[in-house]
């Protein structure tokens, strides 16, 4: 085992930059931000309407977004999901609306991501309601991640979504969250920490309103 305080400068950028290019979630200290590297991925439901309702479905649409985005269902998950363009950073999937984050190399593969997982999932469970051309989906948008302190505010408001929503009391109650990996893999201490040094605050109140 490592002392982290004891590395020099250069020793810890290099742990650092090791362990992201190993599929590591951020670990302290955080790790330095590129510009428009990292992005706040938002998709809503058509019309808000709650089609993702079940445990299910959302551990089916989860499960599609890490094969579509590079990993593979017989993969243990981690909470960055080595891909050539994408690495999935955190997540929430919520009854209409599901956020990512995650690390862009190339920004054009991500509508034609979309629309795969979208128009496979939707083609099911239109089948399960015996409904034809039902639109489930309206759109997905993008945040660019600014900074080192808008990266771990995001992670945290990603992980605070469900009761932000009123769905649960604690992060720790949604199954469909990052929030368990991180745990796992950082420990609770890393969380707390995390979400005293980034407060969540107003962040998403002008357009998080599902």
């Given at each position: 085992?490592?002392?982290?305080?004891?590395?020099?400068?250069?020793?810890?950028?290099?742990?650092?930059?090791?362990?992201?290019?190993?599929?590591?979630?951020?670990?302290?200290?955080?790790?330095?931000?590129?510009?428009?590297?990292?992005?706040?991925?938002?998709?809503?439901?058509?019309?808000?309407?709650?089609?993702?309702?079940?445990?299910?479905?959302?551990?089916?649409?989860?499960?599609?977004?890490?094969?579509?985005?590079?990993?593979?269902?017989?993969?243990?998950?981690?909470?960055?999901?080595?891909?050539?363009?994408?690495?999935?950073?955190?997540?929430?999937?919520?009854?209409?609306?599901?956020?990512?984050l995650v690390q862009v190399v190339n920004f054009d593969v991500l509508s034609d991501l979309f629309r795969r997982i979208h128009g496979s999932v939707s083609r099911q469970w239109n089948i399960e309601n015996n409904v034809t051309k039902r639109k489930i989906w309206y759109r997905w948008s993008d945040r660019a991640i600014r900074s080192e302190r808008h990266y771990y505010t995001t992670v945290n408001y990603i992980?605070?979504?469900?009761?932000?929503?009123?769905?649960?009391?604690?992060?720790?109650?949604?199954?469909?969250?990052?929030?368990?990996?991180?745990?796992?893999?950082?420990?609770?201490?890393?969380?707390?920490?995390?979400?005293?040094?980034?407060?969540?605050?107003?962040?998403?109140?002008?357009?998080?309103?599902?």
């Amino acid at each position: 085992m490592y002392e982290y305080r004891q590395l020099t400068t250069e020793q810890k950028a290099e742990l650092v930059e090791y362990g992201l290019s190993q599929g590591y979630p951020p670990h302290s200290p955080p790790h330095k931000v590129r510009d428009k590297q990292f992005y706040l991925l938002t998709v809503a439901c058509y019309e808000h309407k709650c089609h993702i309702n079940t445990e299910s479905r959302r551990q089916q649409l989860l499960d599609m977004i890490f094969d579509r985005f590079g990993g593979s269902g017989n993969e243990q998950r981690s909470a960055e999901a080595p891909t050539t363009n994408l690495r999935i950073c955190a997540w929430v999937i919520l009854p209409n609306h599901y956020h990512l984050l995650v690390q862009v190399v190339n920004f054009d593969v991500l509508s034609d991501l979309f629309r795969r997982i979208h128009g496979s999932v939707s083609r099911q469970w239109n089948i399960e309601n015996n409904v034809t051309k039902r639109k489930i989906w309206y759109r997905w948008s993008d945040r660019a991640i600014r900074s080192e302190r808008h990266y771990y505010t995001t992670v945290n408001y990603i992980h605070y979504n469900p009761v932000k929503h009123g769905l649960v009391k604690s992060p720790y109650n949604w199954v469909e969250s990052s929030v368990h990996w991180y745990l796992q893999a950082c420990g609770q201490q890393w969380l707390r920490d995390c979400w005293t040094q980034y407060p969540v605050r107003d962040y998403g109140s002008d357009w998080d309103n599902f």
